[in-house]
């Protein structure tokens, strides 16, 4: 298992892309700890990764409360330390809209929201890693250009200067820092011909969620070793660098 004795936290849990990725983490050894707004949405995540063998414990906590966050870190630590936290939050966009027809207010949502929330995530989390290492990972959008999506590509973009900051203050601490690049939400079934995003790609569809928690567990284990300020790129060819 990559992430035996691990102790994760998954925030934004109860969301589709952060139950996928927490039940992949529990599948591989880890401890984990699902966070979010609602306690009947994580119960319910936690019961299946149960069900499935893993291990899972809930905690309610809001990641713009930074107080809160902080004592809730300070707490998954004192039982057992913390070495991965993932970041599956909304970023609250409002997409469809034309900048030119869109309040400047609309559009800095979810660059702010963004920001704030991974930057409380990643601080309150590090300084239980200082002394072990550890590993912090986002999950963003792709780079290809796309109308109409508001402020999400400036969001996505800010993130990925952030994760860069991090990573560079705190490498020497023997955390790592990295964030998951995929082209909208991910398609849990067949590639969908219709699908106005999916033609650019050059694998023709999009990551399934299963695809996005595997390449997790693999960024957040020891087989990533080397790999800080860096983006995985799973967009299955929107984006080629």
Not at 19 to 37: I, K, Q
Not at 52 to 64: H, I, L
Not at 111 to 136: D, E, L, Q, W, Y
Not at 153 to 180: F, P
């Amino acid at each position: 298992m990559l992430l035996q004795n691990k102790t994760a936290i998954v925030y934004g849990a109860a969301g589709p892309v952060g139950a996928a990725v927490a039940g992949a983490f529990a599948r591989e050894g880890a401890r984990v700890v699902l966070a979010g707004r609602t306690q009947q949405t994580l119960a319910t995540v936690a019961e299946q990764i149960r069900d499935a063998g893993g291990n899972a414990e809930t905690a309610v906590v809001d990641v713009t409360d930074q107080a809160a966050m902080r004592a809730h870190a300070d707490e998954v630590a004192a039982t057992g330390g913390i070495d991965i936290a993932f970041n599956a939050t909304s970023n609250d966009d409002l997409q469809g809209i034309p900048l030119l027809d869109m309040d400047f207010t609309d559009f800095a949502r979810p660059v702010s929201k963004a920001i704030a929330a991974h930057f409380t995530i990643a601080t309150v989390t590090a300084r239980h890693m200082t002394s072990r290492g550890g590993v912090i990972l986002a999950m963003g959008g792709g780079r290809e250009a796309i109308p109409n999506l508001g402020g999400s590509h400036v969001a996505w973009s800010a993130l990925a200067g952030l994760c860069r900051q991090l990573a560079s203050e705190l490498g020497s601490r023997g955390i790592r820092v990295a964030w998951l690049l995929s082209p909208g939400s991910p398609d849990p079934g067949d590639p969908d011909p219709g699908d106005p995003l999916a033609a650019p790609m050059l694998l023709g569809r999009r990551p399934s969620y299963a695809d996005v928690a595997n390449a997790a567990v693999f960024a957040a284990s020891d087989w990533a070793a080397t790999m800080t300020a860096t983006e995985i790129n799973l967009t299955g060819g929107a984006v080629v660098d």
